[in-house]
Nanobody, 125 residues
Framework: QVHLVESGGALVQVGESLRLSCVASAPILGSYTLAWFRQPPGKEREFVASIKWRGGTTNYGDSVKGRFTMSRDINKNEIYLQMNNLRPEDTAAYFC??????????????????WGQGTQVTVSS
């Protein structure tokens, strides 16, 4: 069982940048997909980005494409989410997730088996 721990959430101003990190407690299998989801208060969990552990292919949600970049460090078993030009609508709890996920399901939170506890990002105008 892989445990995931997120960090890096903070209160920032509109237009600022922030980088989230998520570290796994054990080596991540090459067949895994790692992802970031977010959940604003009172709303459903939303897909942000995903990355194939083997190969590093990334996929982004439409609302963050061009502003957010997801990456990984294989040696550290860690993933990152670089968030630029933050907007108030980016305010949410951000979660990292992992699992053996097929490409067509990579945006579905139900496809992931391992989740972190979340880190809060608040963008103030």
């Amino acid at each position: 069982q892989v445990h995931l721990v997120e960090s890096g959430g903070a209160l920032v101003q509109v237009g600022e940048s922030l980088r989230l990190s998520c570290v796994a407690s054990a080596p991540i299998l090459g067949s895994y997909t790692l992802a970031w989801f977010r959940q604003p208060p009172g709303k459903e969990r939303e897909f942000v980005a995903s990355i194939k552990w083997r190969g590093g292919t990334t996929n982004y949600g439409d609302s963050v494409k061009g502003r957010f970049t997801m990456s990984r460090d294989i040696n550290k078993n860690e993933i990152y989410l670089q968030m630029n030009n933050l907007r108030p609508e980016d305010t949410a709890a951000y979660f990292c997730a992992a699992g053996r996920v097929i490409v067509s399901s990579s945006r579905d939170p139900r496809a992931y088996t391992n989740w972190g506890q979340g880190t809060q990002v608040t963008v103030s105008s």
